[in-house]
Structures are given as structure tokens and as C-alpha cells.
């Protein structure tokens, strides 16, 4: 799995992602383009909250950067952006890939990517929002079943309002 950009200001995320994505013997030999666009404004569909730093636009098999939002980030938190949204992707396209996750909503498949591609402290840079409850099942990825346990606990948790 190669990532690619024709970006400058995202390159060096970008082939830090790529990077540790061949290391996985398990996906696919795809490239995958990312690309800056000013904004989401015109993007609802893609990613209704125009706030998103980046969304996976399986139409055309791409990430998107948003601008208007991704820059505005500390560059400690791109290269958990760009793998999560590589994660997307993979969930989309490839999910038996990751199997051991299949029973997880997209999203969650796509923060399980990022993990295991070594990106969980950037990952929880850019979620600082979230409870601790989520961060520590985060550094589970090692181990998938206590992965899928802990991170399907907090999401029940979360959609009671009893977490973050």
C-alpha cells in the first residue's frame, strides 16, 4: 500500500504513513493519492462537518486534506490523520484485510489501522476530546481481540453519554 502526494506541505506525513503501510504484508500493493482541497464547503456528502481535517473519498478512491482545518493542526497530529483516513480506505476496500476488526463500525477499523501502523500517540494528540477510557484502548492494537473489547466497550459507553 503506497500512499502519494503531489503536495510539498504534506509530503514528508505523507511518506511517513506510506512508509509504515508497506511494512504490512497484509494490504494491498494500491496506491493511494492524497490531496489538499481549500475546504469541504462543497464536500457535505464526503464529510458532513466542513471542521473534518480529512475524509477518505471512496468514489474516487482518495484523502482529502481540508485546508481550511488539516494546517490549522500541529504537524505532530498529521500522520494520524493521514493513516486513519488510510484506514477508511482499507475498511472500504479491503476489509478482509484487517478481519480481526470486521465486526467494528468503519471509523473504529480505520483508528485500528492507525495503531497498527504506529501512529496511536498522534491518533491521541488529535483526540485529546476523548476519555482516557479511549486512549488506553487505543494502545491495544497489539492485541485484537482486547482491542476490539475495549474500544467496543467505550463506544457503548459513549453512546450512553456516559464517556467521551
Known amino acids: 500500500m503506497r500512499l502519494e502526494t503531489t503536495d510539498a506541505r ?22 493511494v493519492q492524497v490531496t489538499a482541497v481549500s475546504s469541504f464547503d462543497d464536500l457535505t456528502t464526503l464529510a458532513p462537518n466542513r471542521r473534518t481535517p480529512a ?12 485546508e481550511r482545518v488539516f494546517f490549522d493542526m500541529p504537524e505532530n497530529e498529521w500522520v ?14 479491503c476489509a478482509d484485510c484487517i478481519p480481526e476488526v470486521g465486526a467494528l463500525e468503519a471509523d473504529l477499523q480505520a483508528d485500528y489501522v492507525a495503531c497498527l501502523l504506529g501512529f496511536s500517540a498522534s491518533l491521541k ?9 479511549y486512549h ?11 482491542f476490539v473489547q475495549a474500544i467496543s466497550r467505550w463506544r457503548d459507553r459513549r453512546l450512553a453519554g456516559l464517556t467521551t
Do not use: K
Not at 477518505?56 to 478512491?61: D, M, T
Not at 494520524?80 to 476496500?93: F, Q
Open 10 to 31: 504534506i509530503a514528508a506525513a505523507v511518506a511517513t504513513v506510506s512508509q509504515a503501510a508497506l511494512s504490512r504484508e497484509s494490504f494491498p500493493s494500491l496506491s
Open 55 to 66: 475524509a477518505y473519498q471512496r468514489s474516487l478512491g482518495r484523502i482529502l486534506v481540508n
Open 80 to 93: 494520524g490523520i493521514i493513516a486513519h483516513e488510510l484506514g477508511e480506505y482499507i475498511a472500504a476496500c
Open 125 to 133: 494528540a488529535g483526540r485529546r476530546d476523548r476519555s482516557g477510557e
Open 136 to 146: 488506553a484502548a487505543l494502545d491495544l492494537a497489539d492485541d485484537p481481540s482486547a
